[in-house]
């Protein structure tokens, strides 16, 4: 019997509050509200909490944890994601994988492990005037997070989807290396994406929540904050909503949160989202603007032999070849990585219908997937998306994909394609409604050149979600200083995904575990009643 | 609804369709179908008839395996729209408006029969032909509906042996 930790801890008495049961209005009072529980906002609130405030973090998806993680996709996407995992940009050419349950995107994410690459600090540092973004000043950040979170060299050999990943990289000189994982005592299931049922994945649901929950925190899930109500410069009051049952409608009762200091920690959707509802000041309108996603394109390939890419560590391979290769603001660079492959994430990204889409799925146990993730944000040909408010006040990401990008597409299906055919490959397939499977190298390259790339015909997901409240010194340029807080608003802060001005070129979760960290903790010592006490 | 930008997009005649199936769907308010959480008898007659062309070659081909495997399609497809947002419902309550208009289903869709007697190579047409519209609405779509359904198929085990995917692993703790 695996425990788990969020059902044992309730049942000692943790603060925890379904807003999808109430039967009234609710009015909670704290030091501090967190609007959002993923990486930014579980470190958050367990930093706070260990300082001594009180905090309430307040969740818009429901808490699940390990006994409600099934392994079935059909179950978890609709629990555990935002639109059952099918999030789409507003011109649907691009699917966002993004979390929607308590833990955000940490609960299912695929582990790995990046720091910032100090190439992408550089150019913080020179564009966009960031002065605390040096190597030097984030090491003990990311050293404290990797610490927490058990963040590591994975010593196991990687499944085959990963290494041919790897080998195909060899053949052809590309370096490429082994992902860390934040995990402890992984059992090499490979169903992360569905919510770790061992608990192995050190995510905010089992670590930093439980944590601050340990220090007293209240959790409220399955509420929404629809806006923040100023006065002056000062924000009064959170107003939020429980969710129906269903998961999908509003429910009827209010929520009002009065604190000393809001954390916004609700996502580069979720964030910008509350702060264009609550009109805020935004002179320059700079919120919702230059979000990016690291728009990704992926390969398949029909290997002669079993590659079972549903077994073992999603995500353990990774090459920067095409990142460190090319100038950071020059044409468009692209991580490698592999995915994992279950019945429906592959059936719906694989093109087609039909006898030729059945024939693909026959051959599951043999594909093998590599995926580019464009690093975008970094040149002006590639301005991000722009975060809206639909008549309802929910959001949607407009996300026009130019010229420069659509080249970058190309390189990297061309890319993908010599990999997998050094690696051994039988036939290799771009995702794309026009590509077809093709024999050899050769093939594939002309194929790959012909491949019309507009809208809706490349298949193009995003699991990464950054920007839109970008953080830096310029008043006219960013949302929020480097502290996090909000530049025309004395108690409001943003401390999640959307701070950084451009895309990572790595996966977030890191980048944004150590940002908060030290921004959080810069908030305890100001907030905290014993002075000196940074968390 | 429509912008004016989309209404100029998609062509005159098709605008027109697409405004009016987007009116009704509004002004109608839509009733679920007995034992269905959210698709309309319209909607579900229309599902049922795309369900068997995108599944071609991964349905089961003997009866009465062939009937469950749709008639689970179907409802999959319903509970999986019911979990989606309400502006995402409505976008898709859109389409069935569109799709369920004999004008919409024969202008747009360019489907003569109506769902119900629609033959497969009818529907297969359809497909192919939002598929590659020049029309980046009718694209999303095709998109749409066929991931709809194809996701409906994959989540449900008894897709799963044909493709050669064992299932996820039961949680015995891994030998020491």
């Known amino acids: 019997m695996i425990a788990d930790p969020l059902r044992d801890g309730i049942a000692a008495g943790w603060k925890v509050i379904d807003a999808a049961a109430l039967d009234r209005d609710l009015a909670l009072e704290a030091d501090v509200v967190i609007a959002g529980s993923g990486a930014g906002g579980g470190v958050t609130a367990e930093i706070l909490a260990q300082a001594g405030l009180s905090v309430v973090i307040v969740e818009e998806g429901p808490l699940r944890s390990s006994s409600d993680f099934r392994m079935r996709e059909r179950e978890a996407y609709p629990q555990l994601y935002q639109e059952s995992a099918g999030r789409q940009t507003a011109d649907k050419a691009i699917t966002i994988l993004q979390g929607r349950s308590v833990g955000g995107s940490t609960t299912v994410n695929w582990t790995s492990s990046f720091r910032t690459p100090p190439t992408t600090l550089a150019h913080w540092r020179h564009d966009f005037g960031l002065a605390l973004a040096g190597e030097p000043d984030l090491a003990p950040w990311f050293e404290r997070m990797e610490e927490r979170l058990s963040i590591a060299p994975w010593p196991v050999a990687p499944n085959e989807n990963n290494d041919i990943l790897r080998r195909g990289c060899e053949k052809l000189g590309f370096p490429a ?160 990585e592999a995915p994992p492959l279950h019945p429906i994430l592959a059936g ?64 990297a299906y061309l890319t993908m394609a010599e990999i997998q055919f050094a690696a051994g490959a039988k036939t290799v397939m771009p995702l794309h409604e026009d590509g077809g499977p093709a024999a050899s190298w050769a093939e594939a390259k002309s194929a790959i050149a012909a491949l019309p790339m507009a809208a809706l015909h490349p298949r193009i997901v995003s699991a990464h979600v950054m920007g839109g409240c970008a953080m830096g010194p310029d008043a006219r340029r960013a949302v929020v200083d480097e502290r996090g807080r909000h530049h025309h608003l004395a108690n409001l802060s943003v401390h999640d995904g959307s701070l950084f001005p451009t895309s990572i070129g790595a996966n977030p979760q890191l980048s944004i575990y150590a940002f908060a960290a030290r921004m959080a903790a810069g908030l305890a010592r100001e907030l905290a009643p014993a002075p000196g006490r940074a968390g | 609804m429509l912008t004016r930008r989309q209404f100029l997009k998609v062509g005159v005649a098709s605008g027109v369709v697409l405004a009016g199936a987007g009116w009704l769907a509004t002004r109608r308010g839509r009733a679920p179908a007995p034992g269905f959480q959210w698709l309309d008898e319209r909607s579900a007659r229309i599902v049922t008839a795309l369900v068997p062309a995108v599944l071609e070659g991964a349905l089961p081909a003997a009866q009465p395996a062939r009937g469950d495997a749709v008639r689970e399609a179907v409802a999959a497809f319903d509970r999986a729209v019911s979990g989606l947002s309400p502006p995402v419902q409505e976008e898709i309550a859109q389409l069935f408006a569109l799709l369920g208009l004999a004008a919409g289903r024969f202008i747009v869709a360019g489907v003569r029969s109506e769902w119900a007697e629609a033959t497969g190579e009818e529907v297969t047409a359809f497909l192919a032909r939002w598929r590659s519209s020049r029309f980046g609405l009718l694209r999303a779509g095709y998109q749409a509906l066929t991931q709809l359904i194809i996701a409906s198929w994959y989540g449900n085990p008894a897709s799963w042996e044909r493709i050669g995917y064992p299932g996820p692993p039961t949680l015995e703790p891994p030998p020491s």
């Open chain 1, 348 to 411: 719906i990204t694989l093109p087609g219908y039909g006898t030729r889409h059945a024939a693909w799925m026959k051959e599951f146990a043999n594909l093998q997937v590599v995926i580019a993730l464009l690093r975008d944000g970094f040149h002006p040909g590639s301005p991000g998306g722009r975060v809206i408010l639909r008549a309802d006040g929910t959001p949607a990401l407009d996300y026009p994909l130019g010229d420069f990008l659509r080249e970058g597409m190309r390189r």
């Open chain 1, 177 to 336: 290396a082994a992902i860390r994982r934040n995990v402890k005592g992984c059992w090499n299931l490979g169903y992360c994406g569905m919510g770790c049922p061992t608990n192995a994945k050190q995510s905010m649901l089992v670590t930093t929540i439980p944590g601050a929950l340990a220090k007293g925190a209240t959790l409220l899930h399955r509420a929404r904050v629809e806006r923040l109500v100023a006065s002056g410069d000062r924000i009064v009051s959170a107003q939020a909503r429980g969710v129906a049952a269903s998961g999908a409608q509003p429910g009827p009762y209010r929520i009002r949160l009065a604190a000393r200091h809001y954390v916004l920690s609700a996502g580069a959707i979720g964030s910008p989202a509350v702060l264009l509802r609550s009109e805020l000041p935004d002179p320059h309108e700079l919120v919702g603007k230059r979000t990016f996603l690291h728009p990704t394109v992926v390969s398949a390939a029909v290997m002669p032999w079993e590659v079972k890419g549903f077994e073992g560590a999603p995500q353990s391979i990774y090459s920067d070849h095409f990142l460190d290769s090319v100038p950071v603001d020059g044409p468009v660079g692209y991580k490698l």
